[in-house]
């Protein structure tokens, strides 16, 4: 019989959710999760490997990626004793010396870590952060890993180009990736939470030869409005990356510099026009103790033109101190109560989102009003400070109506083909003050992280999602992930480099080519943090995710196993929908191992949540054997998710289709292979399924993207691009596909590393009856 054929390829739209999926784009796509739509194709969604170098093993190596500080040293009997920096001290801190790592695995005054090595004594108070570990190596640093989620990620301008040093931020340090691993910086202490995210700005030398200024604040303050608390967080800044000073910018002083009212902090620090600004600041009346606070929510509060840090440089006009005289500082306020959210510039201009509206903060020129607010749109503004992402002419954000564009002079929804999305960002726990977004140059891609309302995890706190925009074509897709926090990352010299010597990816996860720009010294990754202080640099060309997530315990609950990860943000896995929920592998644990026949690389599927679902989960029929004393790792395994269109190439002619086979252009891997289901005029009936219960061969719906047998098909060996079939059989009003991993292929390590990618399909249809039924 003699099928007509469709060809559908280039691959551009990606997901498309604005029309019902029989009206949406050929290449379009109803679901589209950990993979998306590159340069005519569908590709897997990028991989994750992490950052440190000169680890010894796979077992240390996520602690060098991993927020720490060093502690001091073991003496030479291997002892020591301390207590470490903050006023958090909680299950799932870390230490290590060498090798040896300790784990908190309960709560005590003191109780006993978990212990890799042979330590004799290893105790920890997690009510006063007191530890006392002897018999460990001698003369070795002792690290304390805070476990808090990462906050902020920065590059400090003060280097040689392309190589920047990178400053990472959790709720109470800060910290600069040097010699291969993160290391406390200075003494910064923060008082804020998991929302008091850490804004950063770059300032330009004040005075000739000298080093630039890196401002940071997290926009903490015990009572904005109300009395001044020890434990508000000023701004912060470094002028030559290791010593820390806190800011106090009087601006109305009484009789003396230091005295009078001063700022407190800000939501956004930003230089412009030879001037610092501060928008959205909480100030305090400088009165007797800590004194009031204030908080100017609308409120742009600007230095004179020249250093931030001059005595007189915040003092409004017609101030003085006795000595000095205000001259073109002050303050202008927005005529509006909304709250300043987030800004960025386009070209010479400055950008200021409000809550539900945008504003241009302009340049006068006036050395007396050298600022002033000009209203761009009254009714689209940004929910989120970190989700501007900057363009040469537009500036992208996240509102409160969807993904906004503004040009400057116009400011317009550009998320029309997924209109809903927005709105699965979850407000409860503030959930959208946590979308966090970062522009990838190299994949031409904007990531934003967010909390979403479909998830059903024990919390979902913690972002679970990623959204993706390819702004060349203006596609989408959905990634599965917990990220806190974007940003930029140079590789700081040779010797970071990726070698084989220096990873331990396996063959197959490895993807790129070794001439990628990604494996370059100084070339600029993307980079992210997470729930629990682990960092890591965003691959396309890596096809697993990275190990950064700790086991805190595991332990045997009957048949099952109950493990303690804290922050998880896992969903269980869906009995009657395996291609949903999560899939994880566990490595690197040790004392222990695991007999989970017929499962043998320990991936396994979240089977539900645990006592504490918050922190802990349960995989299903599976035996502790030994005592689990620390050093394992979580990993989410994604599984791809892609759901076509509903086809029917004969539509407009009122006629049901018969679908024979698609051919599937794919590149090639070592192992890998997917599922197609397919879902006949419009059902949700798989059709694998049903004829399994009714014992009908409708085949196994296997894709194979590796070569076939070479006996017969010996050409597909050295083949870059493969095309293979899946026979369907099946005819109705439209047909619909699912491709996915099914259990079988996720839990097995090969497979669920394997790249994919897909080129194009050919559909193999005839006409059926004479109208749509």
């Keep these: 019989m003699a099928f007509d054929r469709f060809f559908i390829g280039p691959l551009q739209t990606g997901l498309q959710k604005n029309l019902r999926p029989f009206l949406i784009s050929d290449d379009a796509f109803d679901l589209l999760q950990n993979a998306y739509v590159f340069r005519g194709r569908v590709r897997k969604r990028f991989g994750q490997r992490l950052m440190g170098t000169g680890w010894s093993s796979a077992v240390t190596e996520p602690l060098f990626s991993r927020l720490r500080i060093n502690l001091g040293n073991t003496n030479g009997s291997g002892n ?138 997290n926009y903490h303050v015990v009572n904005p409005n109300g009395a001044g608390s020890a434990t508000d967080d000023p701004i912060w800044y470094t002028q030559n990356g290791s010593t820390w000073t806190t800011a106090k910018f009087y601006f109305a002083p009484t009789g003396t510099p230091a005295s009078g009212p001063f700022v407190v902090t800000s939501r956004l620090i930003i230089s412009f026009k030879n001037r610092l600004l501060l928008l959205s600041t909480i100030e305090n009346d400088g009165g007797g103790g800590l004194g009031t606070n204030t908080a100017y929510t609308n409120r742009c509060r600007y230095s004179f033109n020249g250093s931030p840090f001059a005595t007189n440089a915040w003092y409004e006009p017609n101030t003085t101190d006795g000595t000095l005289v205000g001259k073109g500082a002050g303050f202008i306020d927005a005529t509006t109560e909304e709250q300043i959210i987030s800004a960025e510039f386009i070209k010479d201009r400055l950008i200021v989102y409000f809550e539900r509206s945008t504003w241009e903060l302009a340049y006068t020129g006036n050395y007396v009003i050298p600022f002033l607010w000009q209203k761009i749109n009254t009714e689209l503004g940004s929910e989120a400070q970190f989700s501007t992402v900057p363009f040469d002419t537009v500036i992208l954000t996240m509102g409160t109506t969807g993904v906004h564009a503004c040009s400057g002079s116009n400011v317009e929804r ?84 990726i ?85 994880v592998i566990l490595e690197n644990f040790q004392g222990c191992t695991l007999t989970n026949t017929p499962l043998t690389d320990n991936i396994f599927p979240v089977a539900n949540l645990g006592p504490d679902p918050v922190n802990q989960f349960i995989i299903r029929d599976v035996t502790l054997v030994g005592t689990y004393t620390g050093g394992g790792t979580v990993s989410r395994v994604s599984n791809i998710n892609i759901q076509s269109k509903q086809w029917n190439p004969y539509l ?100 669920a590393f394997s790249d994919f990618e897909m080129d194009g399909l050919i559909l193999y249809t005839n006409r059926t009856s004479a109208r749509l039924q």
């Design 80 to 217: 020591f004793s301390g207590t470490v920096p903050g006023a958090i001290f909680k299950v799932g801190q870390e230490f290590s010396i060498g090798d040896e790592i300790f784990t908190v695995y309960q709560t005590g005054t003191p109780a006993v870590m978990l212990d890799t090595g042979a330590a004799t004594v290893k105790t920890y108070n997690t009510s006063n952060g007191a530890v006392v570990i002897n018999g460990a190596a001698a003369n070795t640093p002792v690290y304390f890993y805070p476990g808090e989620p990462v906050m902020g990620l920065c590059n400090y301008q003060n280097g040689p180009i392309n190589n920047q040093p990178s400053y990472g931020f959790d709720t109470q340090f800060a910290y600069l990736f040097t010699g291969g691993s993160w290391q406390r910086s200075g003494t910064v202490l923060l008082h804020g939470n998991n929302l008091n995210f850490v804004e950063t700005c770059n300032y330009r030398n004040v005075s000739p030869g000298g080093s630039p200024s890196l401002f940071i604040t």
């Design 414 to 497: 550009i998320d029309t083909k997924i209109p809903d999305q927005v709105f699965e960002i979850q407000n409860k726990n503030l959930g959208v003050q946590r979308v966090y977004g970062v522009r990838d140059y190299f994949t031409e891609l904007v990531y934003w992280t967010f909390p979403s309302t479909t998830e059903d995890s024990g919390s979902n706190v913690y972002p679970t999602e990623i959204l993706i925009y390819n702004y060349r074509n203006g596609s989408w897709a959905i990634f599965t992930d917990c990220i806190t926090a974007f940003g930029y990352f140079e590789q700081q010299n040779e010797n970071n480099s």
């Design 499 to 583: 070698t084989w010597a220096s990873t331990t990816l396996t063959w197959e996860e490895a993807n790129m080519a070794w001439s990628s720009g990604t494996l370059d010294a100084n070339f600029r990754q993307v980079i992210a943090g997470n729930q629990q202080g682990y960092t890591f640099i965003c691959d396309p060309d890596e096809s697993r995710n990275a190990r950064a997530m700790q086991i805190t315990n595991m332990v045997q609950s009957g048949s099952n196993i109950i493990v303690t990860c804290i922050d998880h943000t896992l969903t269980p896995v869906n009995i009657f929908d395996p291609s949903m929920g999560d899939y």
């Design 652 to 751: 407009q002619e009122d006629t049901s289709l018969f679908l024979q086979r698609i051919d599937f252009g794919l590149e090639k891997t070592a192992f890998g292979e997917l599922t197609v289901d397919y879902f006949p005029s419009s059902t949700h009936l798989s059709m694998l399924t049903e004829g399994l219960g009714t014992g009908t061969l409708l085949g196994t719906g296997v894709l194979e993207t590796h070569a076939y047998d070479p006996t017969y098909y010996p050409l597909e060996q050295v083949q870059d691009r493969i095309w293979h079939p899946i026979y369907f059989q099946v005819t109705g009003e439209c047909v619909q596909i699912l491709m996915y991993m099914a259990y079988e292929q996720i839990t097995v390590k090969n497979i």
